[in-house]
């Protein structure tokens, strides 16, 4: 519409120059000045409002470009979300697999009731249940006499005490390895619920399953899990090495006590043997060679 008005505007000004030739065929030339300039305003205002709508047009276009790219790159968006979003229909049956699980003991006969409270602190734990199941199933240590105890001499009552010390640290070590095994032995059935959950939301193939909320939630409950899992290894571990330490305190004490007498042997050897020379030599000489007993 603006071109034909601009198409008018210059068919105005070539009419207004029609006097103009007609003049020539006339008496005189007539040229009518104010008319020429309304003209060629008119061209110059229809020329500017054709160029105000060349640059319109060239924005309408440029937003239908940049509309028809945003078209493009949300589809190649969608199609991308939605091949991530669909999943493998036999991950279950090539991936799937089963795993070792902690399991009750079985209580035995218990011919004179001295294994089924161990038994019970191993199915379930519990310092009180690991101690009764130790004093229950291990050999008990007596108190030594005092009385006796003090009329030792001093290397006598060291070893004791080294003995007593010992014992006490292994039933300690050992009460808590009991709880420590129960306790796991106890959540491991929770936790195998737990992995088998999160097992069958791995490979489920629900849409609702497979969003990236539902991913990370699941790579966190994985890691979660590997912790919680971990730690028990941990707990086992220090259980294992606090024996270790009870046997190589073992091996210690046997080993320095073995140092220890060497060196009250070397120290009291010619002592000792003075002692049996002299009661030997003692005996002989009073020993009768006569057949009377005189």
């Known amino acids: 519409m603006k071109f034909n008005r601009f198409l008018f505007a210059i068919l105005a000004f070539v009419l207004s120059l ?3 030739a007609h003049a020539q065929f006339g008496s005189g030339i007539v040229y009518d000045p ?18 105000n709508w060349t640059q319109h047009l060239l924005k309408e276009a440029q937003i239908y470009t940049t509309a028809e790219q945003t078209r493009t790159q949300i ?6 979300a939605y091949q991530m979003s669909t999943m493998p229909q036999n991950l279950e049956a090539r991936y799937k697999t089963d795993w070792s699980q902690w399991s009750s003991l079985a209580a035995p006969p218990n011919a004179y009731g001295t294994s089924s409270a161990l038994v019970n602190a191993l199915n379930f734990g519990g310092l009180s249940q690991a101690q009764q199941g130790y004093n229950s199933a291990y050999v008990q240590t007596q108190s030594y006499p005092s009385g006796n105890y003090s009329s030792l001499d001093s290397r006598t009552q060291a070893t004791v005490a080294n003995q007593y ?3 006490e640290l292994a039933q300690t070590t050992t009460t808590s390895t009991l709880a420590t095994l129960g306790t796991i032995r106890t ?23 497979q969003t990236q909320n539902a991913l990370l939630g699941k790579i966190n409950s994985a890691t979660l899990l590997q912790i919680h899992s971990q730690q028990d290894t941990n707990q086992l571990l220090m259980a294992s090495i606090q024996q270790q330490l009870i046997a190589q ?3 210690i004490d046997a080993q320095n006590r073995a140092i220890n007498n060497s060196i009250y042997f070397q120290q009291n050897f010619p002592t000792a043997m003075q002692n049996v020379t002299s009661g030997v030599s003692d005996s002989i000489h009073s020993i009768s060679l006569s057949t009377t007993g005189n």
């Open 18 to 20: 029609a006097p103009v």
């Open 165 to 167: 010390a010992t014992s």
């Open 34 to 51: 104010t008319q020429s300039a309304h003209a060629l305003q008119q061209i110059e205002h229809e020329t500017q409002e054709l160029n």
């Open 249 to 251: 305190k073992q091996q």
């Open 187 to 209: 959540d491991a059935q929770a936790f195998a619920t737990k992995l088998a959950n999160l097992e069958s939301d791995t490979f489920s193939t629900d849409p609702i399953q």
């Open 75 to 80: 589809v190649t968006m969608y199609n991308l």
